[in-house]
């Protein structure tokens, strides 16, 4: 197998698909490994330390892919040039955004693409260690605590000084997923006084593990908030007004709130209103983690940070990426992970079992198809 690591080309993008210490063990594997020059240096990966690793160093993309069984990104190629040049019977493998671009997904099927998302990989015991999902966004959430912190006007723990006390930040976490907890968990030790909120009531308990507080709302729902694979799901206008009324009354003390709720396949919920965004104290902030799929404050612009009401908010693009070495080793790791199941132990050449609820689960296309029954036309 010949596995080929390009450049990212997208722009806020400086993760890359694989790093030195998965290269030695594609070679481990019997795998050949080229990867096109400067694709690792937004991660501070350089060339020489993958040629030391026992990869091959390709001039330009074109290069990088020519002959490759397999491709290894962080994003989608683009619909263009970069789709155009996947070899013909490659297999590709990425988080590619199957729900946001269906297009891209009938151009790799008809380019004759073996496309594997890696967002899609089942949400079970045996396939954590491939969850780029949690990985990326345990990431983002740690971020997007420090990015609030430098936009803060104001300290984040209690001092106590000759000249008075500072009181601490009082910080809110809307979603209490992998990103959300791991917000909780860095504004707790920056001092913060932390509440959260989520839809799923059994997160309660692991809120408050973490030394934060659970913003309730009373809720006949509670039996079907969260879907089978651990997400949450979409509420009952009744409980989204029981819900609104709550935070209203919530976000008036609150200094800093961290966005993170998101339904897989859909807009992300508004959870905060410009009503709410004018209760807040002047100088407050809010990190919208929900920015690429619509955002959870209406207010929201992607990619910017705009000043409403006296409230800066902000909305990074790509923010595992702003925390790219430590996102690239973890990403890099679920690929290997991944790429293993698809190695034939004897023979060492690519085979797509499909048996294997993990390579069905994130198998878009294949024999020129869109093979996964989520994406395929009509459906």
Excluded: W
């Amino acid at each position: 197998m010949r596995i080929a690591v390009p450049r990212e080309t997208r722009a806020h993008e400086r993760r890359v698909a694989a790093t030195p210490e998965t290269v030695k063990k594609y070679r481990e594997l019997g795998c050949e490994v080229v990867v096109e020059t400067g694709a690792g240096l937004g991660a501070a990966i350089t060339d020489d330390a993958f040629k030391a690793a026992g990869a091959e160093i390709a001039a330009s993309a074109a290069e990088t892919v020519a002959g490759a069984t397999l491709v290894l990104k962080v994003q989608a190629p683009d619909a263009g040039t970069e789709t155009e040049a996947l070899p013909a019977g490659a297999a590709l493998v990425a988080m590619l955004s199957p729900y946001a671009n269906r297009e891209l997904v009938q151009r790799l099927a008809a380019a004759n693409v073996t496309a594997f998302a890696m967002e899609l990989v089942p949400r079970i015991t045996r396939a954590q260690s491939m969850d780029v999902l949690s990985s990326q966004s345990n990431l983002a959430g740690y971020r997007a605590v420090i990015d609030a912190a430098a936009e803060f006007g104001r300290a984040m723990p209690m001092m106590m000084t000759a000249a008075g006390t500072v009181p601490p930040a009082r910080v809110l976490v809307l979603g209490a997923g992998v990103a959300g907890l791991q917000a909780i968990a860095t504004a707790r030790r920056l001092g913060g006084v932390v509440s959260a909120f989520d839809v799923r009531p059994a997160v309660k308990e692991q809120v408050e593990s973490l030394g934060a507080s659970f913003v309730e709302v009373p809720n006949d729902e509670a039996a079907t908030a969260e879907t089978k694979g651990g997400y949450a799901r979409e509420m009952s206008d009744a409980y989204k007004a029981r819900q609104a009324q709550v935070l209203a009354d919530h976000v008036k003390k609150i200094d800093m709130i961290i966005t993170t709720a998101q339904i897989p396949g859909k807009p992300a919920p508004i959870l905060i209103t410009e009503e709410m965004v004018q209760a807040m104290k002047p100088g407050s902030v809010i990190v919208d983690l929900a920015s690429e799929t619509g955002g959870n404050c209406a207010l929201t612009r992607h990619g910017e940070i705009v000043e409403v009401h006296g409230v800066r908010i902000v909305a990074f693009p790509n923010v595992p990426s702003r925390v790219a070495v430590n996102a690239t080793q973890l990403y890099a790791k679920n690929l290997l992970t991944f790429v293993t199941l698809l190695v034939d132990k004897e023979t060492k050449a690519l085979k797509v079992d499909t048996a294997d609820e993990i390579i069905a689960g994130t198998l878009l296309t294949r024999d020129g198809a869109v093979v996964h029954p989520n994406f395929k036309e009509g459906e």
